[in-house]
């Protein structure tokens, strides 16, 4: 039904005229959030930047972004893949200014943004205003981190209460509980945050995972998050993790021949050189916080799949990221000429 004295082409045009601008202004927003975040942010700035309200909206949409597409994402190349983050802001910062932001370059993040380093909210902020601003570039996969029972427990839980309040936590848990599961590069790569799963023997099961929805402590939706490769084992076995299962080569190659896949690409775990290869390469490790939690001297890594396939990977150490910090500081306090 049309308003009097407006034609219905006419009160067509003007709601699509209107849709436009709210998208350009929500977009204007998301583009000043990541501003703030990558170009004006210190530590001591942290809880002066942003409102909680803004937070809030942010995790909103994007709960919707995930909502609108599937619990598996086809993902085209070239693409650069990053594994876990867990709360180190300033080493994804300096991540991104050494591999370039999006729209730039588009990502695929493993999962793990939250827990054990300091600036979680930072880190899974700034992530959700890029996959809403760039829903096809950026994909932000889930980790076993992503879930309540474990958020609860190792940082992110105190780290929301102290600074924001509890109620910014449950807006985070809702949009979790949205995230895609696994992706997969040019139909040949899959890539998850755990494992490969015993009981997923054709990847149109993923289809039918009812989101939102937790982490339970077995099958495909468990072992997508926890599962870890071992080499001293056959088959699979229970993880001493106490969720999921671990698995040895012979598994990954029966996996690997059943769904007509190449590779398999996923993080959880931290390897010293920031990746690490299992099985004759047919699975590779990629974890991206370098020296993590301050405890590990542990490099970072970046897995570069590029148009034509190639597979290159790009190491960095916390002492590299800090250089590239610091030359950006000094070119930026550069005087005018």
């Known amino acids: 039904m049309s308003l009097p004295g407006i034609s219905k082409s006419q009160s ?6 209107a849709s436009l601008e709210q998208t350009l202004k929500v977009r204007r927003k998301l583009s000043s959030f990541v501003d703030r975040l990558t170009k004006h942010w210190r530590p001591s700035l942290a809880q002066k930047l942003f409102k909680e309200d803004e937070i809030h909206e942010l995790c909103y949409r994007a ?21 876990d983050i867990h709360g180190q802001f300033e080493d994804l910062l300096a991540l991104l200014s050494l591999n370039g932001h999006p729209p730039r ?45 474990v958020n609860m427990q190792y ?3 105190m780290e929301c209460k102290k600074r924001y309040s509890v109620a910014l936590y449950e807006a985070f848990q809702y949009a979790f509980y949205c995230m895609p599961f696994c992706a997969r590069i ?35 939706l468990a072992d997508l998050t926890w599962a870890d490769p071992d080499p001293s084992i056959s088959g699979f076995e229970d993880s001493p993790r ?8 012979d598994a990954l190659k029966n996996f690997l021949a059943t769904l007509s896949l190449e590779l398999i690409v996923r993080a959880h775990q931290v390897v010293e050189d920031g990746y690490e290869f299992f099985a004759d390469k047919q699975l590779i490790t990629i974890f991206s916080a370098p020296n993590y939690c301050g405890q590990f001297d542990n490099a970072g890594a970046v897995l570069i799949v590029q148009k034509d396939f190639n597979i290159g990977i790009s190491v960095f150490r916390a002492d590299e990221l800090q250089k590239t910090k610091r030359q950006k500081k000094d070119k930026k306090s550069l005087p005018k000429k």
């Open 186 to 220: 040019e139909y040949r790569i899959l890539c998850m945050h755990g494992g490969i799963s015993e009981d997923l023997t054709d990847l149109k099961q993923l289809d039918r995972i009812e989101r939102p929805c937790d982490i339970p402590d077995l099958g495909i």
């Open 155 to 157: 940082g992110f839980y």
């Open 12 to 17: 067509s045009s003007g709601s699509t005229k």
């Open 105 to 149: 370059h588009r990502y695929l993040f493993l999962g793990d943004y939250v827990d054990r380093g300091p600036y979680s909210i930072e880190v899974i902020s700034l992530l959700f205003a890029y996959k809403i601003l760039y829903p096809e570039d950026v994909v932000l996969l889930r980790g076993n981190h992503e879930s309540r029972p």
């Open 242 to 249: 106490g969720a999921s299962r671990i698995f040895g080569a």
């Open 63 to 83: 709960r919707e972004t995930f909502w609108m597409q599937p619990a598996m994402i086809e993902v085209k190349a070239p693409v650069r893949v990053c594994g």
